[in-house]
């Protein structure tokens, strides 16, 4: 063999080696082992859904929920937590995938989240739901049950819309007067108040945020609408992080961790800084 044919066998196989080095160290997930050889904790949060997860003026994770996963975090320093900002969709993927650790985007627990996701014992915080009707009904309908007196026609919702279940449950709660639920599909949140407007129907269940995000705000899309419609509060939901399957672990950690702190008032704390209120005390 030539000296110039040993040369480019001789390079081969430093190539070979050299990638395969590579392939080795591409293999590792380098994320998963942070300072001091801690385990890396990624927590993903939506980056727009304000006062619950967002980023601040300052560019950094803020919002009610990540301020209580800053407080577990002080509660299991043998982690390193990270916080990732995303969108809804990269969120759930990500979680699902294993890319993401945890997740936090106010979201409500369903059967159908449950067998992709680990749901703590524990929620996080909570999402106030209720009903937007015309003013000129407010000294009608009081509640849900007025409501379903008065005529019960509720804009329709998707059957895997997770406030479907809401009133399926009070429906079966009250099913001596029920609410007219009918299923449909997705349709833009200006058409729900148009209909109520017009007396198509007489009530749209929508997340109190959103309503006030949507009418009360100055600055608000439809804050025309505000001279005509009102809200009225039904109750609080439950939100909770999803975990990976694979870290039941540390859901079983956070599970602990946020019990000290609901004890210690600091959640009852960080709601009143971020909502005005103690959102928890309308799950009572």
């Not at 998963?32 to 939506?46: F, L, M, Q, Y």
């Not at 002080?74 to 993401?100: A, N």
Request: hydrophobic share 35%; proline share 4%.
């Amino acid at each position: 063999m030539s000296w110039k044919k040993i040369g480019k066998a001789v390079a081969a196989l430093l190539l070979t080696g050299t990638i395969a080095v590579s392939l080795a160290g591409c293999g590792k997930n380098d994320a998963a082992e942070g300072t001091d050889g801690k385990k890396v904790i990624t927590v993903a949060h939506t980056n727009y859904y304000v006062p619950y997860d967002y980023v601040n003026e300052q560019g950094e994770s803020d919002g009610f929920e990540v301020a209580v996963m800053k407080e577990i975090a002080k509660k299991l320093p043998q982690y390193e937590f990270k916080y990732v900002p995303t969108s809804d969709d990269d969120l759930l993927i990500g979680v699902e995938s294993g890319k993401y650790t945890v997740g936090t985007k106010g979201v409500w627990l369903t059967e159908q989240r449950k067998k992709k996701y680990i749901f703590p014992a524990n929620n996080i915080g909570v999402s106030v739901i209720g009903l937007v009707i015309r003013k000129e009904n407010a000294g009608t309908i009081k509640d849900l049950p007025s409501f379903a007196q008065f005529s019960g026609k509720l804009v329709p919702i998707a059957p895997q819309n997770a406030q479907y279940m809401v009133i399926d449950e009070y429906n079966k709660a009250h099913s001596d007067k029920p609410i007219n639920l009918v299923s449909s599909e997705a349709f833009q949140v200006t058409d729900a108040y148009s209909w109520v407007l017009e007396g198509r129907y007489d009530g749209y269940l929508e997340i109190e945020l959103s309503y006030r995000n949507n009418i009360e705000k100055e600055d608000a899309p439809y804050h025309a609408f505000s001279d005509k419609l009102t809200y009225l509060r039904y109750k609080g939901i439950p939100t909770y992080p999803i975990f990976n399957k694979n870290e039941q672990r540390f859901a079983d950690e956070y599970d602990k961790a946020i019990e000290e702190l609901r004890a210690e008032g600091k959640i009852a704390e960080l709601e009143q800084k971020y909502f005005g209120e103690v959102l928890s005390d309308s799950l009572k």
